[in-house]
């Protein structure tokens, strides 16, 4: 029964059955970020609202029909609208995820969520080959009674943005995030490299990329300004290649750490480099 009261919520804020004035242009709201771990591919999906935020819709295609991609696990832990009524719907047959939020109806969380840009959702992704690579894009949903659109309201109901994609129109690509890359590893490094995190300052979330030219043992550490061990994000063999991992400001416990300047050390074989970053809360 909730479940449905939620669903119902969130269609009811999308579900057109009257024409109104349309916007354009996805690249403008929407970026993801591939981030290749241990087999799988999480993806962070970010979301840009220039007006105070109330409820917001996004029906997404990851794959084409027939591929052996699924998707696993939707979540907004740490996210911008992680206290939002939210509404997951996965289609792992034709490819397809609806998410949905509404902002949440207890009194003392009711505030829309203000203009600006960040994480609004993790999703995780698995296939049985050996590559998985999901392609985030804005899809067509059809419900009974109408279609279901890409689109954010306001607190008062108002939808000032939405995107209505026609099953004949094929799904609308969403650009990768800056920085992101689409390639997960490199054929022939010639070189052991440590790059700067992204983004960097960061919240809640930073990507570390480093480079290794040849199969070798891997400790990744994150450090205070104390020299103390803040958390491990990598003790382990890594083949030659180019990896991704995140931190997510917590540390060994679980636990969130404060905003201030932290390190990132790397050891593969012989290699050492240590890298600057700064979390702000």
Sequence with gaps: MLRRILAG???AAFLVCCSFALASGTEGYLSYQPIPIKGQQVVKLFLENTQG???????????KPGSDIVCTEVSFEGSRVEHFIQYVQRDNENKKVLIGVIRALDQKIQDVLPPGEGLFATLKFESKGNE???QLSV???QLTGGDLYFGMADAGGKN???EAIESKQGD????LRPGSSEETTVSHPTEFNLDQ???NPFNPETAIKFLVKEDAWVTLRIYNVLGQVVTTLVNEQKPAGEHVVSWNGKNQHNEDVASGV???RIKAGDYESVRRMTLLR
């Design 9 to 11: 919520l969130v269609v």
């Design 53 to 63: 935020l109330a409820a917001a819709s996004i029906p997404l295609s990851f794959g």
């Design 132 to 134: 998985c690579k999901p």
């Design 139 to 141: 899809t067509y949903w």
């Design 160 to 162: 000032f943005y939405v």
């Design 172 to 175: 609308r690509p969403i650009p």
């Design 197 to 199: 995190n992204y983004p």
């Design 262 to 264: 932290y390190f990132y």
